[in-house]
């Protein structure tokens, strides 16, 4: 091509180039940025996850991820209102996404549980859809599938809950998910009273995927049947597995404490996993700071409990119950 036949800078071929250059450049960037703050918020440095969010929120404000995520950064500090504008920001951009509305559906339920019985009653309804959605768009959401197993469950028939559909739901679940099925048939046989069927449903789903979680959920129900020595049996169990040092450890601990059992294992376990790189929103750190001091404190450490709150705040400056118990320390 000859100079006088090259394209312009602003000669609609060159224009064309430019766009998909910028296109490719900034495309990867911006799911650089929304990895980051996702990275962030695993670590629960959720100040900073925040922060980043509302930039890319800024520059791309139909951003369904990053409204994801914004609103995981609210529900993790249990701040139910701006979650829930979040996810229905979310949800309102990616309406095919599984995940944004399982999400929705976990932010209106944290608003149920702490709202009066007729807002509890609308937003209950709204919960049940929600996760009703989200199972349909991905019956793969086996994360959904519970959620909703917990639900049907838990409320009754004149709001979309019933052992009748958590039944037909774990039927469903069986085939590719046997261990979350198993723990569903668990809780449906806990509803009705029946200790033993539920007992071997939990052992069933030990059986079914020997993970830490299914331990966890054994421990948890001999916890409830005030059968301590299975519940440490099972909960050792769960420890011994996890060799990522994750969630699991804060669960088991999280039993321990309420157990009000072994609470040295428990400060190690909590321990253990802020010192790991398993991390998760699931258990944040910052919250595990503070249960990890009020131990502390329990426990006559005034000091270790005073740093450990520091530390939550260091993560989530505007976390009440960290703050509050900071004050108090």
Not at 303 to 315: I, K, M, P, T, W
């Amino acid at each position: 091509m000859s100079p006088s036949t090259r394209p312009s800078p602003t000669h609609p071929l060159r224009l064309a180039q430019a766009f998909l250059l910028a296109l490719l450049v900034t495309t990867p960037l911006l799911a650089a940025d929304e990895t980051q703050a996702n990275a962030l918020l695993q670590q629960g440095r959720v100040d900073e996850a925040a922060a980043m969010l509302q930039d890319i929120l800024a520059t791309q404000p139909n951003s369904a991820l990053a409204h994801q995520l914004f609103c995981r950064v609210y529900y993790a500090q249990e701040k139910a209102d701006p979650a829930i504008r979040e996810c229905e920001q979310a949800v309102a951009n990616a309406p095919e996404s599984s995940e944004d509305h399982m999400w929705l559906a976990r932010a209106y339920g944290f608003k149920a549980a702490h709202a009066s019985p007729f807002s509890a009653l609308s937003l209950a309804i709204k919960v049940h859809n929600e996760f009703e959605r989200a199972v349909q768009l991905d019956p793969e959401n086996f994360q959904a599938m519970s959620d909703l197993g917990e639900y049907y469950v838990a409320a009754p028939s004149m709001i979309g809950g019933g052992t009748d559909r958590a039944h037909a739901l774990a039927a469903r679940m069986e085939p590719s998910f046997p261990a979350q099925a198993h723990r569903l048939r668990a809780l449906i046989a806990e509803k009705k009273k029946n200790s033993a069927a539920a007992e071997a449903e939990y052992q069933a789903a030990v059986a079914a995927g020997k993970t830490p979680e299914a331990y966890i959920n054994l421990g948890d129900f001999y916890k409830r049947q005030n059968q301590p020595d299975k519940m440490l049996e099972a909960l050792h169990a769960a420890v011994a597995i996890d060799h990522r040092k994750g969630p699991p450890l804060v669960d088991a601990a999280s039993t321990l404490s309420g157990a009000h059992s072994s609470p040295q294992l428990a400060i190690s376990l909590l321990r253990t996993y802020l010192a790991s790189s398993d991390k998760t929103d699931g258990a944040p750190a910052f919250k595990v700071h503070l249960q990890l001091g009020d131990l502390l404190a329990q426990n006559g450490d005034t000091a270790g409990a005073h740093n450990e709150y520091v530390a939550a705040l260091s993560l989530a400056s505007n976390y009440g119950p960290a703050r509050k118990a900071l004050q108090g320390s």
